[in-house]
């Protein structure tokens, strides 16, 4: 028979047991938040109709970019879910019996046909929360709180995370104030540095890319964004992006504007709204901004937990209100060794098109989404996840088979007390029996042999005390005569002893 | 703007909260189980390469038939999954380095792309645990303690479901002993009855086909397994299958050992070691059975939980030892209205052969898989399933707008007490809000306007109460005169009287 070669798409992975048992308790403790707020789950299918999930995959240019998908038995192109929003306005427009305000959430994984890199996969996990025909700044500030409470409770300290807050009203006021609003034009010209010198560039800027550049100021600094804005940058990598050639007024605004940070949510108010000027669509944004503050402030939201920031923009085009991101700003080494710090974990914002494309109207809906695998990446970084990889944790060793029936009923029988347990069911001596408890994490073994039967002893063997003491156990002789962590109890006094062991190490 | 229409593809569908809920508690119960018994989860993606997938999907014809399948940049062919052993198998081969025995569960949804029918859809969730590296059939037994285990855990009782069991190794054996052990030929003829009485038929027929044969015992009765053994059957379609034209002997050997059916599992194999004769498969096959028994008995699984039928083949052709299905024996009527036994929800057995397609090498392996869809619907016809919607146990209105902020702080304390609570969002009257939390199925709404914050009171309406009084609140005057259900209380007595509502719904 030709063999097949065992192997996965790239992009993808296999999860095994430790960070599956950590993803589920991380899922469950996040659904518990929602749930404290009354959002209620839904799930919809991974694959949709390709016109149905639309365009609005972020950073792609192509209509079907960035996608998984194929044609169907109709010759329709049907593909998987590169986002949990897109189906969401879907259900919304098929279903308007549904409760409203409809507040759901959904967690599950997403696709994405795009390049592969380490820690960026082709199918990975979101965690969404939305309210939908919600048209106030209250729910706005609803959502910030999930976001605070959900960080808490997954085990992100306060001072350790931060949620930013800003307005796409504010933004689009401030490219009002720069006559920018409806940019559409294009540049082009000679790239005028670095490797591609002298070579022609031609490109078209609108009003998002104006967006796009604040967008990446975290990546680039500030002397970056006025470069995009103005004549164009030389990346590292040698590649030149036109920039969007504004006018030296329009970029002092634009700065003037991202460099209204204070410390208090207020002052940031304040200075926002003079910022603004006679915008009304500024204003509108700097408003719900003060709802935004005064309802967190109310219930004890200060600036520990939630800022306005006006260089938040959140790529997404859209967003037509509030914005939040979720940050933790503790400080990790990149892979060039350099610190900075974690980053964004959690992302979202108002969006009140959500169903327009399929029925036209205007519903208000504000909400966000977790990265999933970031978050339980961070938990990691921060030594908060549980790295047991085992749910046994009783081992009942096979010495002898001829006493293979009383092994299961000893497992059996704890079992039936909620003791979660294994019988050795491979073949190999008592040696590699505990090794195999050993590379399972599992802490305690239980071991009888016909002596044991006949006296109705049995042997207990605490493995992780075992491994404190640096003991290696290689075969039957070894461990009858060290017996590291190792007694015998009475075979009526099993379940006790097991308990004793597993409170120590806080399992029950 | 065109507008796109909000429509699923066929074959999938939207689960919303009642139901998602309901799954989840049950996955949640049913994991338990599993861990219990020590097994530990993976998870492996969505996407894999087709010929990974191998050729293992029941009831197809072509190699790639019944897949999702697309090219990806290499013009490879990738798939959705059609089931979790196949990734199983995989991971097997990959990681050498997993411990053995890998006893590992998996849930998650499986796609098919065949044609989808009432409540049958073309992705659906399985539910698989199995055990690798394990060649005994203590294994298998312990397979069988599981899947019982499992029924009831999630609520279905002893008596309304049995697990039967049988073994390749007989059926081989039986086939052995009829000669048509390595059947491979071709029947052809002219059709003899029904509407296409006289067309010719070529049709290859080989030993997995008397297995199919047997397979179809419940649907087609034995006198039906008779015809497609012999000479063929039309069914009432009027569809003719030609037979397998086995010999007069053959055929009687197979009847005989189809009616080995006894209420003691000792019997049972008494009698097919009687008709087995001196087959050697035949022997392993009911030496396995009596070790299972063993166990079985020993354990306390009597023939009230397990029993052991020849007739249950399950039709996937790698299974190479017991195989075990779970049945819910209790009558539901079908869509003509016929009383039938619900069926089949639970099922599995032994795949020596899991990862020979790989590696070449023999690892044995047992284990079973839940249709998780199919169980949670036999729940619900037991009514065993809670079919609540909602999260939320309190649903704060909005009767002044002016209160807004103390409308949240209201919340706010509740959540901090551990009540998901929800402030109603959306505009509207007192009387809209209302009808909001009976739609969402809330238990209890808060009320609250100027007069009861100037007094430091609040009023509670117990809503299910309220519902159980026949009561129809449409609006602030009829709230005001009748208050179904409605009491005031002093606003720092609220925590209590919520509680003492929630306590009396079973909802803390």
Known sequence: MARTKPR?????????????????????????VYERYGFVPLET???????????FLPESTQPDGGIFSLHNEDEEWIALRYDLTAPLSRVVSMYPELPRPFRRYQVGPVYRFEKPGPGRFREFYQFDFDSVGVPRADADAE?????????????????????????????????????????????????????????????QITSDDIFRAIDKLDKVGIEGVELL??????DES?????????????????????????????????????????????????????????????????ESRVIFDPTVVRGLSYYTGPVFEGELTFEVTDESGNSKSFGSVFGGGRYDDLVKRFTGQMIPATGASIGVDRLLAALKHLGRIDTKSSTAHVL??????????????????????????????????????????????IPIAIIAGDREFEDGK???????????????????????????????????????????????????
């Not at 299918?45 to 365009?55: D, F, H, N, Q």
């Not at 096979?398 to 092994?407: G, L, P, S």
């Not at 590291?484 to 029950?508: G, H, M, S, W």
Request: aromatic residues 6%; negative net charge; charged residues 30%.
């Open 8 to 32: 996965l798409y790239r992009g993808f992975r296999d999860v095994f047991a430790a960070d599956v048992l950590a993803r589920n308790r991380m899922i469950n403790t996040v659904r518990q």
């Open 45 to 55: 299918p991974a694959i949709e109709y390709v016109e149905v999930l639309g365009k």
């Open 143 to 203: 959502i910030c709180c999930v976001m605070a409470d959900t960080l808490e409770a997954v085990g992100i300290q306060r001072g350790d995370y931060i949620i930013k807050v800003n307005d796409r009203k504010i933004l689009n006021g401030i490219l009002e104030l720069t006559g920018y609003n409806n940019l559409d034009k294009i540049v082009e010209g000679d790239i005028p540095i670095g490797p591609a010198k002298g070579k022609p560039y031609r490109r």
């Open 229 to 234: 804005l103005t004549g164009g940058r030389l």
């Open 238 to 302: 040698g590649d030149y992006t036109p920039g969007c050639e504004l006018s030296d007024d329009a970029l002092e605004k634009i700065l003037g504007y991202l460099n209204a940070k204070k410390d208090s949510r207020k002052e940031v108010c304040d200075l926002l709204a003079e910022t603004i000027g006679d915008s009304e669509i500024g204003k509108e944004g700097v408003e719900e901004l003060r709802t935004i503050d005064s309802h967190l402030t109310a219930l004890g939201y200060d």
């Open 396 to 441: 009942v060793t096979v010495m002898d088979k001829n006493f293979r029936t009383e092994y299961h009923k000893l497992a059996h029988s704890l079992r039936q007390q909620g003791i979660n347990t294994e019988v050795y069911m491979a073949g190999g001596n008592i040696g590699k029996q505990l090794k195999y408890a050993d590379k399972a994490n």
């Open 458 to 508: 049995l042997q207990i063997k605490d493995l992780w005390l075992g491994r404190d003491l640096s003991e290696e156990v290689e075969d039957r002789e070894t461990w009858r005569t060290e017996r590291p962590a190792q007694f015998e109890i009475n075979a009526d006094e099993l379940l006790e002893n097991v308990k004793t062991i597993l409170n120590q190490y806080k399992l029950l």
